[in-house]
């Protein structure tokens, strides 16, 4: 089904709806943009290590979207990937603030591997109010409004009811580093899970997009340490609105700037997989 720049299922309304249609607007058409420039040559950077890559068009899309909001929306506030990589701070104040990922999954952009998408959040007094993520190449658009539901192209998303791990297809995604301690975390969370039977752990490097298929029920959990709040805002919307959760690794609230998270459809699958987690410390957003 095509996206459109209507929910049609979602109720019309709400404080912020001005602010919702031109989220939706801006993620479909700097969707186009990384659409179209996924095959083409790209002048490529690294920036906190050699896995962390960087695009022209991650900063094209980047200005696109904060110039088209701000022109719209003056007094509001933004963070942005790749304006916080060239040292803006992260800080979530209570003013209406958007939270942006102009291209998550850049490393896979970059392969042309086509597993890419655009991540607009959007929060009010510190608290998440809307998400839009759009998947370019496959024409998806999710969106997800507080208290209205979370869509996909028009139609209602659901999380698992699973609660077994040894039942679960569990989502991660690597982080940007590679040095050995991280690495042997990592792969060390990873083998607890499969020794807990887990179906299967996956990686498809888009953090946004693997939070998208857990809203859809594709999944039943996801866990990362190395995520940022331009990875994680958006998303959050859309799993809270399709029934599921979305915590700290250490079981209690969910924190934005913390660089870690575990999501899944049920409390109690959350709760398994982040006792079952060591942790990787990755700082945090506000304190870079
Ligand atoms: C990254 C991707 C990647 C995940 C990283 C993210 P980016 O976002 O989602 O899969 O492992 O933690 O930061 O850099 O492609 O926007």
Known sequence: MKPSSEDEAAPAGGPWEECFEAAVQLALR????????????????TKTSAADLVTETDHLVEDL??????????SHRFIAEESAAAGAKCVLT?????????????????HRFPTVAVSIGF??????????IY???????????????????????????????????????????RDPATLKLF???????LHAKAHGVRVIGSSTLALCLLASGAADAYYQFGLHCWDLAAATVIIREAGGIVMDTSGGPLDLMSCRVVAAGTREMAT??????????YGRDDEK
């Open 30 to 45: 700097a969707g186009q943009i990384i659409k179209k420039a996924l095959s083409e040559e790209k002048r490529v950077s």
């Open 272 to 281: 398994l997989i982040a006792q079952a987690l060591q942790t990787i410390n």
């Open 94 to 110: 209570p003013s209406p603030t958007w939270i942006v990922d102009p291209i998550d999954g850049t490393c896979n952009f970059v």
């Open 135 to 177: 998947h370019c190449t496959e024409e998806r658009l999710y969106t997800g409004q507080r208290g209205r539901g979370a869509f996909c192209n028009g139609q209602r998303l659901q999380v698992s009811g699973e609660t077994d791990i040894s039942k679960a297809l569990v989502l991660t995604e690597i982080g940007p580093r």
């Open 65 to 74: 979207i904060i110039s088209e909001l701000q022109k719209k929306f003056p």
């Open 187 to 193: 792969l060390s969370n990873m083998e607890r899970l």
């Open 123 to 132: 929060a009010v007094d510190q608290e998440l109010e809307f998400g839009v």
